[in-house]
């Protein structure tokens, strides 16, 4: 009698006894909770990534914010995103703030290896990239998108430029494999492996290299044979492509005989942009009704998650945080409010109905403020307000009953004021909360830590005068343009590490009859003229030595001005490099 007690003991501990697990945090980007097979899409194809929720637990009131790089924040900081700094997607806004701690060097205190493969979209600049973040591998690109699917060309190493050859969703999983497999052998620490596919977000490119094409079609013409239109086709295509890269992932695991000590999580960063089937939800990326907002999340640990459950407490990428720190034994930070609460519980038991008492989602590109798309969440209600060009106006707001009416089809406002009151309430003492002390502007860009040039880009500039444009053009085609007239002026907000001499150049694009007007370049110092060269076409951008500059150390801006106007279109500004000469203090 006493022996079937002690073994019974001994099986009660060993749960306690397991060693933290590896994690697998896979995230695509703009695919909505309705583009899988579980979630009832008849359309579409992706058996591994409805094996995750079938072999383990399907959450299925789980929130992302509106757009990705917010999301992005959440996920490393188990903070929303407001009380980091970031407050855009482009233009410098996307940046975490350098006081702020991720997932990734927390799970680094407790001995895990860490690595990003894909999208970051959390700052680019130096102290803001990944590798300086608390990852110890990072391969992938900082923007929100990029061009190229095949042989892409904005991707950076551990802040190198590379190049490429491939699909990218096969790169970044080849790089999670070889990530997994170099940790698994030649270490003996848990890892945390997070796979930020680029797809399917715009440009929604299949394979287009000269071996490549026809691949790529085939799978574009099993979709349009369903009679989609072709911009459907081609967002299910991607998810079906990167699908088969996470049936990859998942037999690696497999074969290095880990699955079972690893927990592989799917979700997407933000609500979906197809629209061919959407399940009955309302809305789209960028709003934030369901159809914005709600994220597919699956998750398996064989072994340790029941199969086949699902857990119906609304969650928040915001949890994503402390839950990994819970089941890797990680401290959480005590020096500042988190918003995230650990769901390892619901993981582990595969049910619950409570866990978040409010979820909330607001978003403006340029200003946060409480009174533009915003709308808060509890297990039951949902109240949302639209777009107000005026004053906030309370007969717009829209209450919905979630558990009666997931598609927020009937507007139950007007039969419910308390709950009205009471939400509306809770959004703004939590907007208040997160938004105090905060300033939302670009950080100044950091130049002269060490001899590398940096890249002061468009999308970073304030521009001031009567012509002067910015012409937004995937991030690295960016251009300032338009400006004519003398005056006219781009500035940049700089952090300089080191005081002295720093070489300029200019890359720019200017019609060959355009060309003859001077660039003036100061910074609290002698200004340095460059006078405007012709190119081929002015959609041509060259580079062109200008000569060197002064520049004090600390926060400082540099300024572009038209000091002599040419003919026509002064130049298309594609960006400016400077860089710290030696021995120039």
Known sequence: MIRPLIFAFLAGLLPLLAAPPNIVLIMTDDQGYWDTGISGNPHISTPHMDSIAREGVQFTRFYAAPVCAPTRAGVMTGRYYLRTGLYNTRFGGDTLGKDEITVAQLLKRANYRTGLFGKWHLGKYHGYQPQQRGFDEFLGHYHGHIERYEFADQLVHNGTPVRTRGYVSELFTDASMDFISTVHKQTDQPFLCTLMFNAPHSPWVLDTSHYGQPEGDKLLTKYLAKKMPIREARIYALIERVDKNIGRLLAHLKTLGIDRDTLVIFMSDNGGVSKFWKG?????KAGVHEGGVRSPFYARWPGT??????????TSHVDLLPTFCELAEAPLPNDRQLDGK??????KNGRGKQHQPYV???WDRYTPNPDKRWSVSDQRWKLIGLFSKTKPDPTKWQLYDLQADPGETKNIAGQHPAEVRRLRKAFTD??????TGQTYR?????????MRPVELQPSWATWTGPHINYTFDGYDWDTIDGWKTRGEQ???QLAVAQAGRYAVTLHYGCAPLQAGGTLRLSAKSQPLDHKVRATVTAEQFSQFPAGAINLPAGQTTLKATIHHAGPGEFMRLNGIHLQRLPNSR
């Open 280 to 284: 009955g939800l309302r809305g789209n």
């Open 305 to 314: 998650i029941p199969a086949g459950s699902k857990v119906e407490a609304q």
């Open 342 to 347: 650990s769901f390892a519980s619901l993981l």
């Open 360 to 362: 909330y989602h607001t």
């Open 430 to 435: 939590w907007f208040s909360e997160v938004t």
């Open 442 to 450: 670009p950080v100044p860009i950091p130049v002269g830590h060490d």
């Open 490 to 492: 781009a500035v940049w």
